[in-house]
């Protein structure tokens, strides 16, 4: 089983930063693909960015672009959102998830953390 646990969410005003955590555990990882996801109130889930466990190639979401970078670190088996020049249309629970293949999509993703809610004011 995995087990994935996200942090760092908050309330941040517009143009600022937070960094989200996801912190992986109870099987080897090297073959995933660790992806962000976010959903808004009354909203679907919406892809921001993923990265590959092994080779940490990134790729994101066209609405997040230029100003979110997803990094990681294996010794701690953990993956970073760092989200800047933050708008309050980026307000919405955040996900990290793991798949065994690049996905992009929410139903492809076979392991979920709870969510972290991040807050954008104006």
């Known amino acids: 089983q995995v087990q994935l646990v996200e942090s760092g969410g908050g309330l941040v005003q517009a143009g600022g930063s937070l960094r989200l955590s996801c912190e992986a555990s109870?099987?080897?990882?090297?073959?995933?693909?660790m992806e962000w996801f976010r959903q808004a109130p009354g909203k679907e889930r919406e892809f921001v960015g993923g990265?590959?466990?092994?080779?940490?190639?990134?790729y994101y979401g066209d609405s997040v672009k230029g100003r979110f970078t997803i990094s990681r670190d294996n010794a701690k088996n953990t993956v970073y959102l760092q989200m800047n020049s933050l708008k309050p249309e980026d307000t919405a629970a955040y996900y990290c998830a793991g798949s065994i293949g690049l996905s992009r999509s929410a139903e492809l993703c076979d392991y979920w953390g709870q969510g972290t809610q991040v807050t954008v004011s104006s």
């Open positions: 990265i590959s466990w092994s080779s940490g190639i990134t």
């Open positions: 109870g099987r080897t990882f090297s073959r995933f693909y």
